[in-house]
């Protein structure tokens, strides 16, 4: 029988975000998205959970030890952390900051980190918008 | 890129009264077997339903599925149960015991022939903080 370990760390970070689809009609752009249309933005208290695969080391009894892995999460997180998604992080120029958009892009910022890391990978990440609404990611082997 | 899967959930919320009782055993025998929820006169709880959807990330929107359809096809589902006595005044809970395995099944029969862009994966219905039941196709993972 095989056995699998897995690690999660929460993290939250606060960040505000507009849903607009510049191909569209203004009155197609309220009629899909409604109020996240907003011209300024509005904004989210989101949680990250990050949940880590791999050996558990025999000398730490760890997948990864909390000290490397809370910088990469501070690393990955200073674009999104008090920042206005649209216009502040790079990935959302040409890409709606949806929770979807950004569970994938977060999962490319982490996956690009870790791999510094060996034997420890991105198991599943999960974003929480809200806590009645959150986003599973995940990428096939 | 591997193939991506990306899973979006939303909560809903309903407040519902049961009572677990079999006509096919005693009143000894449904206390035996139901205890405190076999109670005539019923009891209550607050019904959390996490509703989980899979599919494409669509490209111009951003979104596996738009929220306000989603909530559009919730929405009679939980105006149905909400703030009833299940056993008593939902037809399907006449038949079948109003449990949490039931209820959450309920719901996805309820809920899954709507669905028209993304795909239903996974129902998680919390009956308490402590208990919650879930409902999916077998090949899926839990998440």
């Known amino acids: ?141 | 890129m591997r193939k991506e899967m990306c899973v979006l959930t939303r909560v809903y919320h309903f407040s519902a009264a049961h009572r677990l009782h079999s006509e096919k055993y005693s009143d000894d025998e449904n206390y035996r077997v139901f205890g405190k929820c076999n109670n005539p006169r019923g009891h209550g709880h607050d019904y959390y339903i996490e509703v989980k959807v899979t599919g494409d990330i669509n490209p111009e929107t951003g979104m596996v599925v738009n929220l306000s359809e989603m909530d559009e096809m919730m929405r009679d589902i939980v105006e149905e149960l909400d703030h009833t006595r299940l056993d008593v005044e939902i037809p399907f809970f006449r038949e079948f015991q109003p449990s949490g395995e039931n209820i959450v099944k309920y719901i996805w029969l309820r809920l899954e022939p709507k669905m028209r862009t993304a795909r239903l994966y996974c129902l998680k219905l919390w009956e308490t903080p402590d208990n919650y039941f879930e409902y999916f196709e077998e090949e899926e993972q839990a998440t």
């Open chain 1, 1 to 141: 029988m095989s056995y699998q370990t897995l690690l999660t760390k929460r993290v939250d970070f606060a960040a505000s975000h507009r849903y607009w689809n510049p191909n569209w009609s203004e009155e197609k752009n309220k009629s899909v998205f409604g109020k996240c249309t907003s011209p300024h933005g509005h904004g989210h208290n989101y949680i990250l959970e990050v949940t880590l695969e791999g050996e558990v080391d025999p000398d730490t009894g760890m997948i990864i030890n909390f000290y490397d892995l809370k910088p990469i999460l501070s690393d990955v997180l200073k674009d999104f952390d008090h920042k206005y998604l649209n216009e502040d992080n790079l990935a959302f120029q040409d890409l709606i900051p949806t929770t979807e958009n950004m569970a994938r892009v977060l999962w490319d910022s982490l996956e690009g980190k870790l791999r510094r890391t060996p034997d420890c990978r991105l198991h599943r990440i999960r974003l929480y918008e809200t806590p009645d609404l959150y986003v599973d990611y995940w990428r096939e082997r």
